[in-house]
């Protein structure tokens, strides 16, 4: 079952950079809605109220009640938010997109790796993660939090693809050639290589000052 959680938003007529700094000077954050077979639509979102909704889940797979001003709750999905490349918790703007109960939607959903691979238990090998999420179609109501693959029965040399993914009631849109995760040999560590310089003997450091005349030198000629 997909996730849960509930947010409010005002409609809002006026757009622009000059608005969007106005609202989060307000403490309120500029959003969007669009889906399937409506228009788009300006939000505006409490900033406090969606930095507590962030922490508490993961927001590309949680439906999202969405009440703006008066009207009835709507299902949507956060699509995107922008962050402040200088100060990424400072939200800039957010995507939503309304879903509807019997019309499947693509997410990304994160790969969750469960077990200890044979042969790493029994070869002395590395498991690697190579995929870190699986792009699905799904119906919102059956989005899943994480997809979890089991890498217990995974080899010395092994890999997993995504063609080796029985999903039910999800149609995996991700390449099914792709890795998901492989048991490599461990790398034998290297015997420090010892420059000849440095075994050779210490010779005499170069001089690098002009050295002091002699006094035979110095001594004005006679005449």
Same mark, same amino acid.
């Given at each position: 079952m997909a996730q849960q959680a509930s947010?409010?938003?005002? =409609?809002?007529?006026?757009?622009?950079? =000059?608005?969007?700094?106005?609202?989060?000077?307000?403490?309120?954050?500029?959003?969007?809605?669009? =889906?399937?077979?409506?228009?788009?639509e300006s939000l505006a979102l409490d900033a406090v109220a969606l930095e507590r909704l962030l922490a508490r889940v993961r927001a590309s797979t949680t439906l999202v009640d969405l009440t703006v001003d008066d009207r009835a709750p709507i299902k949507t999905l956060i699509r995107e938010i922008q962050r402040d490349p200088v100060r990424p918790s400072t939200i800039l703007h957010v995507d939503l997109y309304e879903v509807h109960a019997d019309q499947k939607v693509t997410i990304e959903v994160p790969i969750h790796f469960v077990g200890t691979a044979e042969g790493v238990k029994n070869a002395g090998g590395v498991f690697e993660a190579v995929s870190h999420t699986l792009q699905i179609r799904v119906l919102p109501a059956n989005i899943p939090d994480q997809i979890e693959v089991d890498i217990s029965a995974?080899?010395?040399?092994?890999?997993?693809?995504?063609?080796?993914?029985?999903?039910?009631?999800?149609d995996i849109v991700t390449d099914e050639g792709v890795t998901l995760c492989t048991v490599v040999a461990a790398k034998a560590e290297e015997a420090p290589v010892v420059a000849a310089e440095a075994v050779a003997s210490p010779t005499e450091p170069e001089l690098i000052r002009k050295p002091k005349p002699s006094e035979d030198d110095e001594a004005p000629a006679k005449s």
């Open positions: 947010l409010s938003a005002l =409609g809002r007529t006026t757009a622009g950079k =000059g608005v969007a700094r106005s609202l989060r000077r307000e403490g309120k954050v500029p959003a969007v809605i669009y =889906g399937r077979g409506r228009a788009a995974l080899g010395l040399g092994q890999s997993l693809h995504v063609s080796d993914l029985k999903l039910e009631g999800v």
